[in-house]
Every structure is written in C-alpha cells, then in structure tokens.
C-alpha cells in the first residue's frame, strides 16, 4: 500500500542497539508523547495507552463490577474502529495522529553473529491506515511510529 506518510516498518531505519533492545510499546508511547511535548509544544491526548495488561485489569474491573466488557463495543460514544494511539494538537492549531507500534526485535545469530528477528514489528490495521489516510487528507499530520526518532519523518518542517 503507498501512502503519503511513515506506514511500514523500515529495520534500516534505526540503530542496530534499538533493535536488539525491543522496547515495549507503551514504553515508546511515553517517550513520543514527551518528545511531542518538549520539542514540539505540542498537545497531546492518549487514545489508547498501548498496554494490553491495562485493558486486561480494566476489562475485569467491568466484569467485577457486574458488566461485559465486550458489550462496550459499537455502543453510542465508543471510539469509531481504527482510531490509533495519539490525538494531537500542535500550536497553530494543526492536528495531527499518531498509530504507536512495538518495533520488531533482534537477536545475534549464533551462526553468523548478524540480527536476526526474534519478534516481528508491530503493522497497523487496515482499518487504522484508513483512519490516518483520511485524516492527512484533510490536512492533519499522521503517521505509524515505531520510535520517537521516527516523528522527524511524520511532523513536518514547519511544525519543528
């Protein structure tokens, strides 16, 4: 799929230590959202905290208390499929989305002594490039990130 912003996973895009490190996804969100907010002056609002244990302790919080979590789906005010991870607001007013993804992890091979992948990256949904698409055709600032060294290739120029 070609699309005018940062999608797919690129290994060639980072340092050889950050791919064996395999940082977790909600780890790479906190370093975006900081990123955003120190270098950007930027806004930022978490849609989705990245972090499975969370929604598995907020899932049986509402089973505690009686509900079903997945009777919350497709409810009046629920969030419309392939939101992603970041809503952002930068001064000027400009929006911008931003889908949060663990990058792929690497090991040594014991054989060659070269990166092999231990765990592939994160890919986004159908559903959350079509969200993204859509958003940077209306002028908002969007992309797939799976380091915060990755908001050079999504915020543009005029926004640094």
């Known amino acids: 799929m070609s699309l005018p912003f ?11 230590a950050y791919l064996r490190f395999g940082p977790l996804e909600v780890a790479i969100q906190r370093n975006i959202i900081a990123v955003l907010l120190a270098r950007y002056r930027a806004r930022v609002t978490v849609i989705d905290t990245g972090d499975a244990r969370f929604r598995g302790r907020a899932a049986g919080l509402i089973r505690a208390a009686g509900g079903d979590p997945r009777r919350l ?65 209306v002028g908002a600032v969007a992309g797939v990130a799976w380091s915060d060294r990755d908001l050079d290739a999504i915020v543009p120029g005029e926004l640094r």
């Open 6 to 16: 940062l999608h797919a996973w690129d290994p060639a895009r980072y340092p050889a």
């Open 73 to 137: 789906a497709g409810r009046a005010g629920a969030m419309e499929r392939g939101i992603v991870d970041l809503a952002i607001t930068f001064p000027g007013g400009r929006a911008g989305w931003i889908e949060v993804k663990r990058p792929a992890r690497y090991v040594l091979s014991p054989k060659t002594g070269r990166l092999i992948i231990d765990a592939e990256a994160g890919q986004p949904t159908d559903e959350q490039l079509r969200f993204l698409e859509e958003q940077h055709q």
